[in-house]
Each structure stands twice: as structure tokens, then as C-alpha cells.
Nanobody, 120 residues
Framework: QVQLVESGGGLVQPGGSLRLSCAASGSILSIYVMGWYRQAPGKQRELVAAFTMSGSTDYADSVKGRFTTSRDNAKNTVYLQMNSLKPEDTAVYYC??????????????WGQGTQVTVSS
């Protein structure tokens, strides 16, 4: 059973920073993609940042230059450092992984989500 456990959300003022973490656990064989999506009220879930199979990192245009994702492969953990936060960054942030386990072929997994609220 794979679990993606997120932490680090909360309330922050505009211009502030937050760091999200997501740890994947279970009988994981290979992680192909891991990253972050977000969903604001009334909007579709959108990609924020992710490590791809090729080793590159993709970012949404709206967060480039402000957000940075990093990973610790030994811990199956990814991080999202969010700087210069804006009210429009307010959303539920979901950790995402495309991975294979010892008992399941490659498929998508989602975390439970963590709320990020940017407000004065």
C-alpha cells in the first residue's frame, strides 16, 4: 500500500514563504514522476512542479522564479519551496507520484492534500 504524506501547509501573508514536503512510503520499486499539483476553489487541478522521467523539472508558468522543487531520492521525498507567495497561490496542494511497487504496475498516486492560504 503506497502512501503519500504531505506536510507544511498553512496560512502565510503575501510575500511570505512556505515549504511543503511529501514522503512516499510502501513497497516502491521505481518512481517515474513525482511532484505537486494544486486546486483552487472553483478551478481545475493544475500542475505546479514535477520531476519527470528524463530528470528534468517542469514548473507552471505562474510559479517560475518563485517556487523550487527538490527531492531526496533516498527518502522518496520531494519538497516544494514557495517564495514570494501571492493570494492567487491559495489552494489545496496535492503531492503526486507515478510509480511502480513490488505488487502493482506503474500507476498514479495522490496525497490527501494540504491547504495553503495566502492572505493578509
Amino acid at each position: 500500500q503506497v502512501q503519500l504524506v504531505e506536510s507544511g501547509g498553512g496560512l502565510v501573508q503575501p510575500g511570505g514563504s512556505l515549504r511543503l514536503s511529501c514522503a512516499a512510503s510502501g513497497s516502491i520499486l521505481s518512481i517515474y514522476v513525482m511532484g505537486w499539483y494544486r486546486q483552487a476553489p472553483g478551478k481545475q487541478r493544475e500542475l505546479v512542479a514535477a520531476f519527470t522521467m528524463s530528470g528534468s523539472t517542469d514548473y507552471a508558468d505562474s510559479v517560475k522564479g518563485r517556487f523550487t522543487t527538490s527531492r531526496d531520492n533516498a527518502k522518496n521525498t520531494v519538497y516544494l519551496q514557495m517564495n514570494s507567495l501571492k493570494p492567487e497561490d491559495t489552494a489545496v496542494y496535492y503531492c503526486y507520484a507515478n510509480l511502480a511497487t513490488s505488487t502493482s504496475p506503474r500507476r498514479n498516486y495522490w496525497g490527501q492534500g494540504t491547504q495553503v492560504t495566502v492572505s493578509s
